[in-house]
């Protein structure tokens, strides 16, 4: 099964780092620092990121499960991490393989 048609689970627990390595090397170009899943998409103008951010507040509030983003004018860093878990789960994994879907 594909992260990306899973769904987030309320009670996830905090994953190991051994763990969350190997769930980030199915993403694309994920990066697991400090206890977070990040990645910086670019875009070629404001209009392009900010349809982005909205397709992450919709992927976000589907699943419950909601990101830290830094907009700026043609990027968007996504961060993912379970604060009630102390770190990452399963489900920022999921969310993440959503938004290489889109």
Same mark, same amino acid.
């Given at each position: 099964?594909?992260?990306?048609?899973?769904?987030?689970?309320?009670?996830?627990?905090? #994953?190991?780092? &051994?763990?969350?390595?190997?769930?980030?090397?199915? #993403?694309?170009?994920?990066? %697991? #620092?400090?206890?977070?899943?990040?990645?910086? +998409?670019? /875009?070629?103008? /404001? *209009?392009?990121? &900010?349809? +982005?951010?909205?397709? %992450?507040? *919709? &992927?976000?509030?589907?699943?419950?499960?909601?990101?830290?983003?830094? %907009?700026? *004018? !043609?990027?968007?860093? %996504?961060?993912? !991490?379970?604060? !009630?878990?102390?770190?990452?789960?399963?489900?920022? /994994? &999921?969310?993440?393989?959503?938004?290489?879907?889109?």
């Amino acid at each position: 099964m594909s992260l990306a048609t899973e769904t987030c689970q309320a009670d996830a627990g905090k #994953l190991d780092e &051994i763990a969350a390595e190997m769930l980030a090397s199915e #993403l694309n170009e994920w990066l %697991v #620092l400090g206890g977070k899943l990040e990645k910086t +998409f670019r /875009f070629k103008d /404001f *209009y392009h990121t &900010i349809a +982005f951010v909205n397709a %992450v507040a *919709y &992927i976000a509030n589907r699943q419950d499960h909601h990101p830290d983003l830094e %907009v700026t *004018y !043609s990027r968007c860093k %996504v961060v993912w !991490s379970t604060h !009630s878990a102390g770190g990452l789960s399963r489900n920022d /994994f &999921i969310c993440a393989a959503r938004l290489d879907a889109l």
